[in-house]
């Protein structure tokens, strides 16, 4: 393996552990219904139901970025996540400046999953020798 290689996956794996970390952390907060999270959803006018979904589907995006085999997976939930999010603090105006972040962490997870199809389609590939 080149030094490269290696060097590129070493930033995909910080890249989803850090998106890991951030989503399971913000799963975790609307799935135990902490009061940030209900004033949040209650200010987007959402019934408080909508925050297990939700919360769940950032749980398993969050698991899944931490697994090899899941992170494509994992990456592209985040980036549905992160377009819904936008979308909805664009149509509230409510805490419309955290766009900057959804889009933020879209990025890198549509990063993370360009990176992560790369190399799922070249795994068992020969490589030329030099």
Request: glycine fraction near 10%.
């Amino acid at each position: 393996m080149s030094d490269e290689t290696q060097t590129g996956g070493a930033r995909v794996t910080a890249v989803s552990l850090v998106l890991a970390a951030i989503f399971l952390t913000a799963g975790g907060v609307k799935l135990m219904g902490m009061a940030a999270a209900v004033h949040l959803f209650d200010r987007f006018g959402f019934v408080r139901l909508s925050m297990l979904p939700i919360g769940l589907t950032e749980v398993v995006a969050g698991a899944l970025l931490l697994v090899p085999d899941g992170r494509l997976l994992g990456a592209l939930g985040v980036c549905l996540l992160m377009v819904g999010a936008a979308a909805v603090h664009l149509v509230t105006g409510v805490a419309a400046p955290m766009v900057v972040a959804n889009l933020t962490l879209f990025a890198a997870a549509a990063w993370v999953a360009t990176k992560s199809a790369a190399s799922a389609y070249t795994v068992g590939v020969p490589r030329p020798r030099p």
